[in-house]
């Protein structure tokens, strides 16, 4: 499996800013399909996660702000962001698993993308 990330960049604090994550490869399951950050010089933390049913989760610094979505017919998962923040900034990774069920993907991973927000 493997994943495409795209849709970072650069926002003001309080912007806007919408991720997306398109899987292909040899997928025989709808995935479970996430995404993590990382700051350079802490570890990986996880951010949202949808499963193959479509149940989301998401950690608790960006609860009412992100929102996690998936089109199965593309394979694809979006994250929309609101309301950023500075502490918000770090590079995201796509993950996903072929556990439908997992709502913390971590098998495979995608390129990250930068999302930088100014103060």
């Known amino acids: 499996v493997q994943l495409q990330a795209s849709g970072g960049g650069l926002v003001q604090d309080g912007g806007s800013l919408r991720l997306s994550c398109a899987a292909s490869g040899s997928i025989s399951v709808k995935l479970a399909m996430g995404w993590h950050r990382q700051v350079p010089g802490n570890e990986r933390e996880f951010v949202a996660a949808i499963s193959g049913g479509g149940v989301p989760k998401y950690a608790d610094t960006v609860k009412g702000r992100f929102t996690i979505s998936r089109d199965n017919a593309k394979n694809t998962v979006n994250l929309q962001m609101n309301n950023l923040k500075p502490e918000d900034t770090a590079v995201y990774y796509c993950?996903?698993?072929?556990?439908?069920?997992?709502?913390?993907?971590?098998?495979?991973w995608g390129q990250g993308t930068l999302v930088t927000v100014s103060s």
């Open positions: 993950a996903a698993t072929q556990e439908s069920w997992s709502l913390y993907p971590e098998d495979y």
